[in-house]
C-alpha cells in the first residue's frame, strides 16, 4: 500500500514557477525506488493528463510535449519525496496536480498507476 500527499500548490502570473512535492508514505519499507511515479493534471471541463513520469530510481523521465523544457521531475528517494519544478508557466497548466505510483520497472503518462493522491491546485493567471 502507498499513500501519497501532494503540496506546494497555488496562484501565480504567467511566465512564473512552482515547485509541487509529494510524500509518499509505503506500507513496506524501503520499496520506494521499485515504484514508478507520476504528476497528472486536470483542467475543469477536461480529462485528466499525464505530465511526467519518473522510474528506475531517477534513471528514466518521460513528459507529456505540453511541458517540456518547462517541467522538471525528481525525487529524492531518502524522503520517499517527488517533485515537479514547473517554470515558465502559462494560464493553461491550470488544474488540479495529482501525484501517482505504480510498482512497475518503467511508466508513461499512458501507463496504468494503482495509487492516487488527493491533489493541489495550481492556478495560473495572465
Known amino acids: 500500500q502507498v499513500q501519497l500527499v501532494e503540496s506546494g500548490g497555488g496562484s501565480v502570473q504567467a511566465g512564473g514557477s512552482l515547485r509541487l512535492s509529494c510524500a509518499a508514505s509505503l506500507t513496506q519499507h524501503n520499496t520506494y525506488t521499485r515504484y514508478c511515479m507520476g504528476w497528472f493534471r486536470q483542467a475543469p471541463g477536461k480529462e485528466r493528463e499525464g505530465v511526467a513520469t519518473?522510474?528506475?530510481?531517477?534513471?528514466?523521465?518521460h513528459y507529456a510535449d505540453s511541458v517540456k523544457g518547462r517541467f522538471t521531475i525528481s525525487q529524492d528517494n531518502d524522503k520517499n519525496t517527488l517533485y515537479l519544478e514547473m517554470d515558465s508557466l502559462k494560464p493553461e497548466d491550470t488544474g488540479m496536480y495529482y501525484c501517482?505510483?505504480?510498482?512497475?520497472?518503467?511508466?508513461?503518462?499512458?501507463?496504468?498507476?494503482?495509487?492516487w493522491g488527493q491533489g493541489t491546485q495550481v492556478t495560473v493567471s495572465s
Open positions: 501517482a505510483a505504480v510498482r512497475a520497472p518503467a511508466c508513461y503518462t499512458t501507463s496504468y498507476f494503482s495509487y
Open positions: 519518473i522510474y528506475r530510481g531517477s534513471a528514466g523521465t
